[in-house]
């Protein structure tokens, strides 16, 4: 190798950062070449006085100072329901999906919500002020009306059981 | 068993704070010691390793162990050091404002001094990158690839950065060197 090669590398040489044939090859011309052994040489002596240079030592706290800071930073979390939480996760989720894949989710978790919405609603129907008959009939829509009197249609009708199936042959 | 570093980023982007907490403990001293021979005011130093570690922990939910948490953790503070100096300075000068040095011993010599105070001015005097190249190599250990990942330069542009500030502290180190 000539000079004009080795002395543009000689920094990476020293570091150890290049390949073993490389670093073969420059050790090689070293040992024939005083001008590039001195430049060597004063390459490694600046190296040796940057590397006496001390560390200031850290400063005592500052790990707590730092963990105090992030503290601070959190947003608090406990007021945040568990439904709150869930919506989060999957608005973060969504975020690292691909568009049609997003796009999917969406739907899917939308059919969820409408089937939950129906079923919700066979399980546990909605409140109508609901009046039953003592007989078990129910009598939505006539709590505007006031009571039948005692020997009226309507009470004799509300005191009425059920009829019976058509199977069961309730005409006789 | 022991979590890696890698392991324990994963954890507090999960909201794992005692994992926070580890790396904070584990990580200080490098950050530091980066901060400092970088800007060499404390004051300023500490606000960039604060500041380093508030910025992990926000990218904590996103982080990918691409590379070692070492590499990002010296990714981060490098570039809020460059910025910090970016920002501050409006031209370069060799006439810095003294600072004290904590570390110097009141038994040391004013030889050793002088030849603290001649290497710490040396280093300032170099550009902001072939600085940061100089202290993460020399005081570090880093490879020129880590070196390349923290600034956001190439390996082979680490090697032009080193040599370029060796040859400029050779220049101003030659009375300290040993005949």
């Known amino acids: ?172 | 068993m022991k979590r890696t570093d890698e392991e324990r980023m994963l954890a507090v982007g999960k909201g794992d704070l005692d994992a926070f907490s580890d790396l904070v403990l584990a990580y200080q001293r490098p950050a530091w010691n980066v901060a400092h021979r970088f800007l060499r005011d404390p004051a300023e130093a500490e606000d960039v390793v604060q500041n380093a570690f508030l910025k992990i922990l926000d990218a904590a939910p996103r982080y990918r162990p691409t590379a070692s948490f070492r590499t990002y953790l010296y990714q981060v503070v490098t570039r809020l050091c460059i910025d910090h100096t970016e920002k501050m300075r409006p031209e370069y000068t060799d006439n810095l404002p003294e600072v004290a040095d904590p570390s110097a011993g009141l038994g040391e010599d004013f030889a050793a001094r002088e030849e603290k105070d001649a290497v710490r001015s040396a280093l300032d005097s170099l550009l902001p990158t072939q600085r940061m190249a100089v202290i993460l190599r020399h005081y570090e250990g880093l490879s020129y690839t880590e070196i390349g990942l923290a600034i956001g330069v190439s390996a082979k542009a680490v090697e032009g950065l080193l040599g370029r500030a060796r040859s400029a502290l050779q220049t101003r180190l030659a009375p300290l060197k040993k005949d």
């Open chain 1, 1 to 172: 190798m000539r000079c004009t090669e080795v002395l543009p590398r000689l920094d990476a040489y020293v570091d150890g950062e290049l390949s073993a044939y490389r670093s073969r090859r420059i050790a090689e011309h070293l040992a024939g070449c005083p001008s590039c052994r001195r430049q060597l040489e004063s390459l490694q002596e600046v190296i040796r006085i940057l590397q006496e240079l001390p560390a200031m030592p850290v400063p005592d706290g500052l790990a707590a100072r730092v963990q105090a800071a992030a503290m601070q930073k959190i947003p608090k979390t406990e007021s945040v329901s568990p439904v709150g939480r869930l919506a989060e996760w999957f608005t973060q989720e969504l975020q690292e999906m691909p568009a049609l894949v997003r796009l999917a989710a969406c739907g899917a978790a939308l059919a969820a919500v409408l089937v939950g919405v129906l079923v919700g609603e066979q399980i546990f129907p909605a409140n109508r002020n609901q009046t039953v008959s003592a007989a078990g009939q129910d009598l939505s829509g006539l709590e505007w009306f006031s009571a039948a009197p005692p020997i009226s249609v309507a009470a004799a009708c509300l005191a009425t059981p059920p009829a019976s199936s058509p199977a069961e042959g309730g005409a006789r």
